[in-house]
């Protein structure tokens, strides 16, 4: 799977790394179709899952946590649809408070699974893609060393949260420290499979050319030897950024401009320029 980032600066040394939203999603939400929700999974199946052969220990364990992390979107998605006032549309209202202190990198980091085989970055043509390279395989050693140490630290809270349990309310920090485990431990993998794709050492590509080997059944791959990343330099970028000096952050009517040429998420690139 091709996975597209759009990159640009938007405020001094600040650049955002964004990826575009599904064009799909977004189609059916403007014309008000929404799919149906797959069908709820169970323990059996989860069982089934990992009873049968063909997978490795890290496999089952990754079921595991999807299982129960899809478990949790439903009980969010729930609470979000709860009468206002209640104490679940309470509780979801202040998760999307907590929810928008996240990182935009966090975001950027999450979005790059182990099903991403090859990169397209868009960049100004301005920009060296050189250093646009540069940025991004930092921003992926930064974000396995943070979400790391973030992982370790959120895991080792879990205890101390379930002593909550015992109260006759809903356990809020063990569920809000839970969630911020899976998403560190999600970013993390997202960084490392960022790393395999902005490297510059062909020996890094050839693990992700055994992946897609091994996904085609031992076919060779038609891109082998070939760098992961594709820099795609963009001159319209060029002319939404020409009226900008250096030191300057993009006004919002630009940043709507670039979000609607591209398909972003304005809260993301807003949140890339007012980062501290």
């Known amino acids: 799977m091709q996975a597209r980032v759009?990159?640009?600066p938007v405020k001094g040394r600040a650049w955002c790394v964004a990826?575009?939203?599904?064009?799909?999603?977004?189609?059916a939400a403007a014309d008000g179709a929404v799919p149906p929700p797959p069908p709820l999974p169970t323990l059996r199946d989860l069982w089934r899952g990992i009873a049968s052969g063909g997978r490795t220990a890290p496999e089952k364990a990754e079921a595991v946590v999807d299982f129960f992390a899809d478990k949790m979107n439903r009980v969010w998605i729930g609470f979000g649809s709860a009468p206002e006032g209640s104490v679940k549309s309470r509780i979801h209202s202040?998760?999307?408070?907590?929810?928008?202190?996240?990182?935009?990198?966090?975001?950027?980091?999450?979005?790059?699974?182990?099903?991403?085989s090859s990169l397209e970055i868009v960049h100004p043509a301005s920009i060296n893609s050189r250093l646009?390279?540069?940025?991004?395989?930092?921003?992926?050693?930064?974000?396995?060393?943070?979400?790391?140490?973030?992982?370790?630290?959120?895991?080792?809270?879990?205890?101390v949260t379930s002593v909550f349990m015992v109260l006759p309310l809903p356990n809020i920090p063990?569920?809000?420290?839970?969630?911020?485990?899976?998403?560190?431990?999600?970013?993390?993998?997202?960084s490392e499979r960022l790393q395999l794709l902005v490297s510059d050492c062909s020996d890094q590509w050839k693990v992700l050319e055994k992946e897609i080997n091994s996904a085609k059944e031992g076919n060779p791959s038609e891109n082998a030897q070939c760098s992961p990343c594709k820099l795609r330099p963009s001159k319209k970028l060029d002319v939404f950024l020409e009226r900008r000096n250096m030191d300057?952050?993009?006004d919002c009517d630009t940043?709507?401009?670039?979000?609607?040429?591209?398909?972003?998420?304005?809260?993301?690139?807003?949140?890339?320029?007012?980062?501290?």
């Open 132 to 159: 646009v390279r540069r940025r991004l395989r930092h921003i992926a050693v930064r974000g396995a060393s943070v979400h790391k140490k973030f992982l370790y630290g959120s895991v080792c809270m879990l205890p």
């Open 94 to 116: 202040f998760g999307l408070k907590l929810l928008s202190r996240v990182r935009p990198s966090e975001v950027l980091l999450k979005s790059v699974t182990k099903d991403v």
């Open 174 to 190: 063990f569920f809000w420290v839970l969630f911020r485990a899976y998403s560190h431990w999600r970013a993390l993998q997202g």
């Open 19 to 27: 990826v575009p939203r599904a064009s799909a999603a977004a189609s």
């Open 255 to 276: 940043i709507s401009s670039i979000c609607q040429e591209y398909n972003l998420d304005k809260v993301d690139v807003l949140k890339y320029r007012d980062l501290p």
């Open 6 to 8: 759009v990159v640009f």
């Open 248 to 250: 300057e952050a993009l």
